[in-house]
């Protein structure tokens, strides 16, 4: 267990409104990232992070941003929702260059409607 | 760009029984990683085993092992002794060694059910 949390675990909003999912770690790994995950597609990079304000773009981005303010915080956040960000959303960190693992938090179910 | 190719959507297996399932993957890359991960009905994501592409010998862990092919690009899960545990979606995943990214290319996931 890497102490990683999400929240909430599950969300249902309305199309347009805006969220914002967390994810908290208690061990202070440099890299975080964001997946979703959806059937058919296994899981899929949005974000992640290399640092303390340092983000960049992943495989499927528009539509998200992100923010790293703290070593432990990574926020998504969805600007403005639409349907097809129904998903669940996988906070994960990754251990040291070396060893290259990544561990993932429980997940966020988001429902869109 | 890299993708992974898990080609059996779903597999069964008796309890107790062995069971193996298949990735292929595809990279012009020379030094990367290579992970299983389970996932069972409570959506957690769990690391399963992990290889490293400059190592010959392929990993092995407790049940589980892998036979790594690396010129074929092919890298198999071989679950032993089977137990109803194991029932979960099981994910192939690649990892580019070196650069700034590290994130994982994810394989769509075979399904396993271990039958009593």
């Known amino acids: 267990d890497a102490g990683i949390t999400q929240s909430p675990r599950h969300k249902v909003t309305e199309t347009g409104t805006p969220v914002t999912l967390r994810c908290h770690q208690t061990e202070n790994h440099r890299y975080m990232y964001w997946y979703r995950q959806d059937p058919g597609h296994g899981l899929r990079l949005i974000h992640y992070?290399?640092?303390?304000?340092?983000?960049d773009k992943g495989e499927v981005s528009d539509g998200y941003s992100v923010s790293r303010s703290k070593t432990e915080d990574f926020l998504l956040t969805l600007e403005s929702a639409t349907s097809s960000q129904t998903s669940v959303y996988f906070c994960a960190i990754r251990t040291d260059l070396s060893y290259n693992e990544q561990f993932f938090g429980p997940g966020t179910r988001l429902t869109v409607l | 760009a890299q993708t992974v190719t898990q080609s059996q959507p779903e597999m069964s297996v008796q309890e107790a029984e062995t069971v193996t399932l298949s990735c292929t993957y595809d990279t012009s890359e020379n030094n990367y990683y290579l992970f299983w991960y389970k996932q069972p009905p409570s959506r957690q994501m769990i690391l399963v085993i992990r290889?490293?592409?400059?190592?010959?010998q392929n990993a092995t862990e407790n049940r589980f092992s892998v036979n790594f092919q690396k010129a074929a690009k092919s890298f198999s899960l071989k679950i032993s002794d089977s137990q109803l545990g194991d029932t979960a979606m099981y994910f192939c995943?690649?990892?580019?060694?070196?650069?700034?990214?590290?994130?994982?290319?994810f394989g769509k996931g075979t399904k396993l059910s271990v039958k009593p």
């Open positions: 290889q490293e592409a400059y190592k010959q």
């Open positions: 992070s290399y640092g303390v304000k340092d983000t």
């Open positions: 995943a690649f990892m580019k060694q070196g650069g700034s990214q590290g994130n994982l290319i």
